[in-house]
């Protein structure tokens, strides 16, 4: 029997319609498989080894996201920003003082002026917006004391001292404005990479010098009173043409401790450096988003990987790395004491690990929105902030 031409074309058509659904099963099982996200690795179970106690819990209305925005403490309360508002909560009790409303989206801060020199009262609180506005509160009353605008959004927001205070903004600029009226003192400015996670490293004050680290891989040195350069050190370059890669943030958390700067980059290094030139007395491979803390007993950071690691501080040479917290995204550690650090995730897990050895002691519950933050020291209480604006206060016996 001899076939048509129209049915020779049907067959083929639905032969091609065949090949092609499965070729589409196909190419959707590997896009599927790239995609997937790698799962989770399970939480160890934890046998506690130290006592640690919830003493409250509060949903403050402001939700951060992804914002990196930093409860700041004094002796008596908390003040933490974030959505369209702002607040101070009493530290014993978690009952709120004041709210005000910003009428924009927080997207840095929190930090103050204080009255003392040992940090105990707080005078102002100053925060940034999305619309590139800085801002200073009435600590006591939440008033608005003054607002400047800025180039471009505001990242993250310095301590004050010396009369000023530092905003950096994501087109790379450090702004230093008079802490008591935000007047503009001087800009100072790096150029900010194609490629950047618009992290919100904080710029540290280390009298007479303001230090900061740079989406360019740069940290940076100035004169507080009128900006003038003193140094600069690389710790990272873009290493390949893959995008990932080209990524250089200096976007976590720097530390000083004496002469010395400890700091961290994606895609690059973490140092031991020189405050007073800039040169750096250690360096080793390191990637990580978070930044770096240190004490006299060590220097701990988490990686792009998840991993915890303690260095010594002298030397840069690793003392100990756990990965039970692999892709989990684990904060940089804030130090308790002596003897424990404590790590934030972000399924909203409070990790208490031991200093010495790098395992786990106890394991608290926040913000079931998770975090991206580490929590703030105070004594043997740490406040933590999480995504959905849910306030923590957990306490180690």
């Not at 008591?180 to 400015?189: M, V």
């Not at 007993?297 to 260095?311: E, H, N, R, T």
């Not at 692999?326 to 790590?343: F, K, M, Q, Y």
Request: charged residues 15%.
């Amino acid at each position: 029997m001899t076939l048509k031409p129209y049915a020779l074309f049907i067959i083929g058509l639905i032969a091609f319609q065949s090949g092609c659904s499965q070729i589409s099963q196909l190419t959707s099982q590997v896009t599927s498989q790239k995609s997937r996200p790698a799962p989770l690795k399970a939480l160890k179970a934890v046998t506690p080894t130290i006592k640690v106690k919830t003493d409250w819990q509060v949903a403050t209305g402001s939700a951060m996201g992804e914002n990196k925005v930093h409860p700041l403490i004094d002796s008596q309360l908390v003040y933490v920003a974030g959505g369209v508002s702002a607040s101070a909560w009493q530290k014993s009790n978690g009952k709120m003082l004041w709210r005000t409303a910003i009428g924009e989206t927080v997207s840095a801060g929190v930090n103050g002026n204080y009255s003392t020199s040992n940090n105990t009262s707080t005078n102002s609180v100053f925060l940034g917006t999305t619309n590139g506005n800085a801002i200073s509160l009435d600590a006591k009353t939440g008033k608005i004391l003054w607002i400047e605008r800025l180039s471009s959004e505001v990242l993250s927001v310095s301590a004050s001292s010396n009369n000023r205070v530092i905003f950096r903004t994501v087109d790379g600029k450090l702004h230093a404005l008079k802490d008591n009226t935000g007047e503009l003192i001087w800009q100072r400015s790096q150029r900010p990479p194609a490629l950047s996670q618009l992290g919100a490293g904080v710029p540290l004050i280390v009298p007479p010098l303001v230090i900061a680290g740079f989406d360019n891989g740069k940290v940076a040195a100035y004169n507080i009173a009128n900006g003038q350069g003193i140094w600069e050190t690389i710790l990272a370059l873009p290493r390949s043409s893959t995008e990932p890669e080209q990524i250089t943030d200096v976007d976590g958390k720097i530390k000083h401790l004496g002469n010395a700067l400890f700091a961290a980059s994606m895609n690059g290094s973490s140092a031991g450096i020189n405050i007073e030139n800039g040169k750096k007395a250690w360096s080793l491979a390191y990637s990580t988003p978070t930044g770096v803390n240190a004490n006299q007993l060590g220097l701990y950071s988490s990686d792009d990987k998840g991993k915890v690691w303690k260095y010594d501080p002298q030397t840069g040479k690793p003392v100990w790395s756990m990965d039970d917290l692999e892709r989990r995204l684990p904060s940089v550690p804030a130090i308790i004491g002596n003897s424990h650090i404590a790590v934030t995730d972000k399924q909203g897990n409070i990790h208490w690990i031991n200093s010495a050895n790098g395992k786990f002691s106890a394991r608290s519950k926040g913000d079931p929105r998770g975090y991206s933050i580490e929590p703030e020291v105070d004594g043997m209480s740490i406040f933590v902030l999480g995504k959905g604006g849910i306030l923590t206060k957990v306490t180690k016996r």
